[in-house]
């Protein structure tokens, strides 16, 4: 990474929910998403959990500051449950 360049990543994973007979009852998808620069770093996680119809019906986003050492600056964590 050059002077003052900025790289940005991200990774999604998704993971369905079965019930006992196997059929799909739900998801939840972690979105993660890494923007890293000479001063450090921020990450966005998003954690949605979703109904067996696609709905999403909580979410959970984290945002975390990182110093060019690594080290956690500042966190901040939402959770919302939608009806």
Not at 34 to 55: F, K, M, R
Request: aromatic share 2%; charged share 30%; glycine share 12%.
């Amino acid at each position: 990474m050059g002077d003052g360049a900025i790289e940005i990543g991200e990774n999604i994973e998704v993971d369905v929910v079965l019930d006992e007979s196997g059929m799909p009852i739900g998801a939840i998808v972690d979105d993660l998403i890494v923007a890293t620069g000479p001063g450090g770093s921020i990450t966005d996680e998003i954690i949605d959990v979703l109904d067996a119809d696609g709905n999403i019906v909580l979410e959970d986003e984290t945002v975390s500051v990182y110093d060019a050492d690594g080290q956690l600056i500042e966190a901040e964590e939402t959770i919302t449950a939608i009806d």
